[in-house]
């Protein structure tokens, strides 16, 4: 079955950076897009970006241009996340979602970012 | 971008109970309406696709229907296991957005 598993949660501070991963098992990982998804404390989702099926080509919200990179590794079944100059409002629970061509369906568990000095 | 609201932010419903949640969207965005169910500490879970289909495995007293900029989530013989949170999401034009979501308590 479909699974999507991702890295471990993560404290950074101020300016940092940070890279999430999301590994992919049950599909082949080409045939679908692959969207990331924040959610900050009681406030709703927001959309980040995606990773395309097939070529890969990357989409991103204007929230975060010049900030975010979506990237994959074919061999490994994985899709990276990286957000960069991270500021308080960036903490945040993380989720990559797998869109089949309606959506997304399936969500990883989320991974917590934490930024703080 | 396309805006959605989406009400009312909180509800409680009794087992027994049908509810209806209503997300609006602030443009035209055809059948392009998906549902989530979403538990604390959770991964969101896949409930309604294309504004009316029940996601394969849901149980069938969850419903969609709307077209265009209206939409509504119905919960039709509520169990005490409904109580979650919910939320729409419009995935047919970047960026995708979603609704602030739905608490409903059982």
């Known amino acids: 079955q479909v699974q999507l598993v991702q890295s471990g949660a993560e404290v950074k501070k101020p300016g940092a950076s940070v890279k999430v991963s999301c590994k992919a098992s049950g599909y082949t990982l080409t045939t679908c897009a692959m969207h990331w998804v924040r959610q900050a404390p009681g406030q709703r989702p927001e959309w980040m970006g995606w990773i395309s099926a097939g070529n890969g080509n990357t989409r991103y919200s204007q929230m975060f241009q010049g900030r975010v990179s979506i990237t994959r590794d074919t061999s490994a079944s994985a899709v990276y996340m990286d957000l960069t100059s991270l500021r308080s409002e960036d903490t945040a629970v993380y989720y990559c979602?797998?869109?089949?061509?309606?959506?997304?369906?399936?969500w990883g568990q989320g991974t917590l970012v934490t930024v703080s000095s | 971008e396309t805006t959605l609201t989406q009400s009312p932010a909180f509800m409680s419903a009794t087992p027994g109970d049908k509810v209806n949640i209503s997300c609006k969207a602030s443009?035209?965005?055809?059948?392009?309406m998906n549902w989530y169910q979403q538990k604390p500490g959770e991964a969101p879970i896949f409930i309604i696709q294309?504004?009316?289909t029940l996601v394969p495995g849901i149980p069938p007293r969850f419903s969609g229907s709307g077209y265009g900029t209206d939409f509504t989530l119905t919960i039709n013989n509520i169990e005490s296991e409904d109580a979650a949170y919910y939320f729409c999401l419009q995935h047919d034009t970047f960026p995708y957005t979603f609704g602030r979501g739905t608490k409903l308590e059982i």
């Open positions: 979602a797998r869109d089949a061509n309606w959506g997304p369906d399936y």
């Open positions: 294309e504004a009316t």
């Open positions: 443009q035209d965005i055809d059948d392009d």
